[in-house]
């Protein structure tokens, strides 16, 4: 007669099990666990020690101070080449021309180089202002941010809300770095809007086509760039407090995680 395998043969006994520990498991030690044992920590955290250390964004500070620094610079010496552009404009004027078709000036070689100065003045402060975001939420998580991470970059360049968006962005990565208000933060928005606004007119001015443009360009040019320079001189110097508070704040915030 055949024997079945999967039978124990008669009289075979068997090992008796090991008892089933039901005091407390050491971390890590998976040898005894059992299914009494009593709750063996998860590595769901990271030990302070081993995180990534939270970076002053100081050095892009520095350069954001920098070039708006040198922003301004030549928006001065755009102001002070406007008179040129206006006797432009008014032979432009005679000849029956557009402002558009005036002769280029040096007025207008500065103007190039305003906006050369321009888009690295805004890429450098985009990333200052994305570190120094990153840092305000390593700092203080629970903080929340009026506007997303993409409108640091956005808010600056969408038509409408670019008239309050990147205000909101700057507010809020002071208060969640200070735990405090901005100082200064109004009048530097006030006076950037100002320069903005008078800026842009007289860019639409100098570049409009139709006859007795130029004429017109020429009645208002240098009154514009006077109130665009002085109202830049004034954003640049509430702007170089506001970028040294908060990385005064950011290397105070740093220091006190250890």
């Known amino acids: 007669m055949t024997h079945d395998p999967f039978v124990p043969p008669a009289g075979s006994t068997f090992p008796a099990a090991p008892p089933v520990p039901t005091g407390p498991v050491a971390p890590g030690d998976s040898s005894t666990a059992g299914p009494t044992a009593g ?10 020690s081993a995180r990534p250390p939270v ?17 301004t610079a030549v928006q001065v010496l755009v102001s002070l080449l406007a008179p040129e ?45 994305t570190a120094s975001r990153n840092i305000a939420t390593a700092v203080n998580p629970t903080f929340a941010h009026k506007r997303g991470p993409v409108w640091v970059w956005l808010g600056w360049v969408v038509p409408v809300v670019s008239l309050w968006f990147p205000f909101q962005v700057v ?20 006076a950037w809007l100002v320069y903005l606004g008078t800026s842009n ?7 409009s086509p139709t006859e007795g443009s130029a004429a017109n360009a020429a009645d208002v040019l240098v009154g514009m760039e006077g109130i665009a320079t002085v109202s830049m001189i004034v954003a640049l110097v509430l702007w170089v407090g506001i970028v040294r508070d908060v990385t005064h704040a950011q290397r105070a915030r740093i220091a006190a995680l250890g």
């Open 39 to 48: 709750p063996v920590a998860a590595p769901y955290w990271t030990p302070q």
């Open 85 to 129: 552009a206006v006797k432009a404009l008014r032979r432009a004027d005679l000849a029956g021309l557009g402002a558009r078709d005036s002769n280029f000036t040096t007025y207008d070689a500065a103007g190039l180089l305003s906006v050369l100065v321009q888009v690295a003045a805004f890429l450098v402060t985009c990333f200052w202002l």
């Open 55 to 71: 970076r002053s964004a100081a050095g892009l500070g520095v350069a954001v101070i920098v070039l708006a620094s040198v922003w």
């Open 201 to 207: 007119l007289a860019g639409r001015l100098t570049s």
């Open 171 to 190: 507010r809020d990565v002071g208060r969640s770095t200070s735990r405090a208000s901005v100082p200064a933060i109004g009048g530097w928005w006030a």
